[in-house]
């Protein structure tokens, strides 16, 4: 092999070992939601990821789920928002007096303000896992809203949410978004971003074959 291929392929192989690796699927079981309010169960649901314990936030309320149910998910992020999420912010309830649309990012972006405030708070402290849940459930689904928070004399609080939200409609979060694959699986789930990590020794591993490659090609070179 001459000078020109060595070099080619222990530049190739170097490159290959600072790829992260990027995980596309998960399983996702859902064990339990210790607390309910007003008839669902709110604020921190739990179960794990591929059978490591997870925290988790709903942010569905299409699908109805039971413990120890698991399902298919997609991975994402709330940013930039994946194309393998849910929501699309089209048709995203914004109470009166707030008017207008959402992209998809906005809507991920409200989604991940809501959820923060319930990761902040992992033991309800504050008491308000009911309300952060069902406004986070009323930003794509009306009718948690006009069928159960008003119903429930928790509808000014939600609208009141929403609009803290809505401020920051334009201001990213970081959680990693499970979007359950098909839909109907499911719930699409929200939870702390955490780094996917490369499998033991994969960088050193190549990157010390590549250092073999160019060694021995000098070997050759100056014997």
């Not at 169960?41 to 569905?60: I, K, M, N, Q, R």
């Not at 402290?125 to 119903?151: E, H, K, P, R």
């Amino acid at each position: 092999m001459n000078k020109k291929r060595f070099l080619t392929f222990a530049v190739a192989i170097m490159f290959l070992a600072l790829v992260p690796v990027v995980a596309g699927a998960s399983t996702i079981t859902f064990t339990s939601a210790p607390v309910s309010a007003y008839g669902f169960g709110v604020g921190l649901y739990y179960g794990t990821v591929d059978g490591v314990d997870a925290l988790f936030v709903c942010d569905d309320f299409f699908t109805d789920i039971g413990g120890g149910q698991s399902w298919h998910a997609n991975d994402g992020v709330t940013d930039p928002s994946s194309p393998t999420n849910m929501f699309t912010g089209a048709g995203a309830f914004l109470p009166f007096p707030i008017s207008g649309t959402l992209t998809t990012q906005q809507d991920y972006n409200m989604l991940g303000f809501l959820a923060d405030k319930i990761f902040a708070d992992p033991t309800d402290a504050g008491g308000q896992w009911g309300v952060d849940s069902f406004a986070i459930w009323s930003l794509n689904d009306s009718a948690a809203y006009t069928s159960y928070a008003q119903s429930q004399g928790i509808g000014g609080a939600v609208s009141s949410l929403l609009s803290s939200a809505y401020a920051n409609k334009n201001n990213p979060t970081d959680l990693t978004v499970y979007t359950p694959d098909p839909w109907n699986t499911g719930q699409e789930f929200l939870s702390p971003a955490v780094a996917t990590p490369e499998p033991p020794g994969f960088s050193l591993m190549f990157i010390g074959a590549a250092c073999i490659v160019a060694g021995k090609f000098r070997h050759k070179r100056i014997s």
